[in-house]
């Protein structure tokens, strides 16, 4: 297919030219291009001519556009169309324009037949307008390059402009300056030559012509002077659009470089961000080890000793232990100070145990049952230990272990004699984290107090339900007792106290029938005994 040949001095002329600029000025050009709403119109392609919307019949092709592509759209056509193919015989061209006076607040509807292989002829001779600027930054940095290319594309445009504009006028100012210089030349001329041939009768003749050469002389001088202002005129009015053009350049030049510094500070920060929680998961990942470690090495060593404690202590001896425990009659009730949080407040300690005088303080922490300790001028025998519950969720397990430790070891050097019992963490369920670091707490106290003289431990294994804590002992907060919860505890402590005392535990009392009927419980909790 023939192609249009850019070299052509003809087409050249076109393209500068400014008729089509005129005929269809932005002023009278549609600030707004209305949506489609027909299927045709959603499926047009942007400026890319797809032959299968319409019907060959139709002899129609059809595209979408920005509304500042409009007007050199109406130019690509006009000489594409008319200059180019309206000089092929075998091509039939119309060109319509609806509605017929174009204003700001209607639209532009251009359309145009072609035959076949139009679609190709456009692709090839505006390759420029199926174009899209990509970088590695996407749509984003694609946007920004389509404006630097458009704002630098205008500037270029407005100088070329004005240049062949200037290059016009001043080929006319220098046009009229040669016919003035003619013009009194020619005067003079045909002065000499009116002396010399012209007769009388033809004066007057001639001074008409002269007054009418003169009068043509001031035409052109207003003439001239028109044109140099119109060339002042220009020179400013392409100034400042260069003015405003490299203004505009600037700020995005700066708004880019503003993005581009807030994304490297944006990026920077999160990497920070992300090295240091990657630090914090090596950290804790390898805490966690540490203590598996030493948990496994605790269960391994209370192995151990219960296989050498079963193997040294035979059937005889256990009854010779037992009896002589019977028999034996302390002289005096021991003194036994019971200390601990707010879950030991609902058991009465007249029903804990009858072996011995307690004393119940309830202090909530570690630091204030160190501070209770310091200041009690009584000399307990036993210490019970219940304060566990509330440090778990403010230190790590380690950290409460040698608060404990320090508490024990000031206590021991104050009462010489001292017994101990350190009550285990309770189950609860108001953290998943809570509840493994009490579990890591209980592991590592049996590690650290296993076979200290004077210290004996509570245990509260009997509270879960396959390892996971049982929703009938706890309260709604799922992290105090209940008060089935609370007897058990009890329960717990005073099998540990009589260990400790080395006092046997006194027979369970047998449940009456009356006890055992339905609907007869309310109001029974707090009248219990801790078998």
């Excluded at 041939?197 to 007054?211: C, F, G, W």
């Excluded at 990497?271 to 203590?291: A, C, G, Y």
């Excluded at 202090?363 to 000399?379: A, K, M, P």
């Amino acid at each position: 297919m023939d192609i249009i040949n850019f070299d052509d001095p003809a087409i050249k002329l076109l393209i500068e030219s400014d008729s089509i600029t005129d005929c269809y000025p932005h002023s009278h050009l549609p600030k707004k291009l209305v949506d489609p709403t027909t299927e045709k119109g959603k499926s047009c392609q942007f400026e890319q001519i797809d032959t299968t919307i319409y019907e060959d019949e139709a002899r129609m092709v059809a595209f979408r556009t920005t509304y500042e592509r409009v007007q050199p759209w109406i130019k690509a056509l006009n000489i594409f169309y008319f200059e180019f193919y309206g000089k092929h015989s075998d091509k039939e061209i119309s060109w319509v324009d609806s509605p017929p006076t174009l204003s700001q607040s209607q639209s532009l509807k251009i359309t145009g037949s072609q035959s076949e292989h139009s679609e190709t002829s456009i692709k090839q001779s505006y390759t420029k307008d199926q174009h899209v600027n990509t970088d590695e930054n996407g749509n984003y940095a694609d946007n920004i390059k389509r404006l630097q290319f458009g704002l630098t594309e205008t500037v270029s445009k407005l100088e070329s402009s004005n240049s062949f504009n200037t290059e016009k006028i001043l080929k006319a100012v220098t046009d009229c300056e040669k016919a003035i210089e003619n013009i009194p030349q020619s005067i003079k001329q045909l002065k000499l030559t009116a002396v010399e041939t012209i007769q009388p009768a033809d004066v007057t003749a001639l001074k008409k012509k002269v007054q009418l050469l003169e009068d043509e002389i001031q035409s052109l001088k207003s003439q001239l002077q028109t044109e140099k202002g119109n060339n002042v005129l220009l020179q400013e009015q392409f100034n400042t659009a260069i003015k405003h053009e490299q203004s505009m350049l600037e700020d995005t030049r700066n708004q880019i470089k503003l993005m581009v510094s807030s994304n490297n500070n944006e990026i920077d920060f999160k990497s920070k961000r992300l090295e240091e929680k990657n630090e914090e998961i090596t950290q804790l990942t390898s805490s966690l080890n540490i203590v598996k470690k030493k948990l496994d090495e605790a269960q391994d060593e209370i192995l151990q000793l219960k296989s050498n404690i079963s193997a040294s202590l035979d059937e005889a001896t256990t009854r010779s232990i037992q009896k002589e425990l019977v028999r034996e009659v302390p002289p005096a009730k021991p003194k036994l100070l019971f200390v601990g949080t707010s879950n030991i407040q609902g058991i009465h300690v007249e029903k804990l145990t009858q072996a011995a005088d307690i004393k119940k303080v309830i202090q909530y922490t570690l630091d204030d049952t160190s501070e209770f300790l310091s200041t009690f001028t009584d000399t307990p025998d036993m210490l019970v230990l219940h304060s566990l519950t509330n440090d778990l969720k403010t230190k790590q397990p380690t950290q409460c272990i040698d608060r404990l430790f320090h508490i024990i070891s000031e206590a021991s050097s104050k009462w010489p004699l001292l017994k101990c019992v350190i009550s285990f963490t309770t189950p609860r369920r108001d953290s998943i984290t809570n509840f493994t670091n009490a579990q890591i707490i209980n592991a590592l106290l049996k590690q650290k107090f296993s076979g200290v003289d004077n210290i004996f431990f509570a245990d509260h294994t009997n509270m879960l339900v396959n390892g996971n804590p049982n929703d009938n002992l706890l309260c709604e907060d799922k992290i105090h007792l209940n008060d089935k919860g609370i007897s058990i505890l009890a329960s717990n402590i005073k099998r540990a106290i009589h260990t400790g005392l080395h006092i046997p535990l006194p027979p369970a009392r047998p449940r009456s029938r009356s006890r055992q009927r339905p609907n007869r419980g309310r109001g029974r909790g707090r009248g219990r005994d801790y078998d």
